[in-house]
């Protein structure tokens, strides 16, 4: 049982770091075409602001409940689909 243990700690671990990365990803180009498309416009300079999506992206707590509602989604889908 320890060893299924590890090997789900690590699975997960792999699986939060993937997700980082392409959240990390889409965050950054969404920024990027906001500053793009709206340079000139500071009201929506100020509320279009990523900053915020990206600390809340660096949040442990974040990624546990995502990568804990991955998991349940997937279960839940096998599950139904048997």
């Given at each position: 049982m320890e060893?299924?243990?590890?090997?789900?700690?690590?699975?997960?671990?792999?699986?939060?770091?993937?997700?980082?990365?392409?959240?990390?990803?889409?965050?950054?180009?969404?920024?990027?075409?906001?500053?793009?498309?709206?340079?000139?416009?500071?009201?929506?300079?100020?509320?279009?602001?990523?900053?915020?999506?990206?600390?809340?992206?660096?949040?442990?707590?974040?990624?546990?409940?995502?990568?804990?509602?991955?998991?349940?989604?997937?279960?839940?889908?096998?599950?139904?689909?048997?």
């Open positions: 060893i299924l243990d590890k090997k789900s700690n690590r699975m997960s671990r792999v699986i939060i770091g993937v997700s980082e990365a392409n959240l990390l990803a889409i965050l950054e180009s969404l920024n990027e075409l906001v500053h793009l498309e709206f340079l000139t416009d500071p009201k929506l300079q100020r509320i279009l602001d990523f900053l915020s999506l990206r600390n809340l992206l660096s949040n442990e707590l974040f990624f546990t409940f995502s990568n804990s509602l991955f998991f349940y989604l997937q279960i839940k889908k096998k599950l139904y689909n048997s």
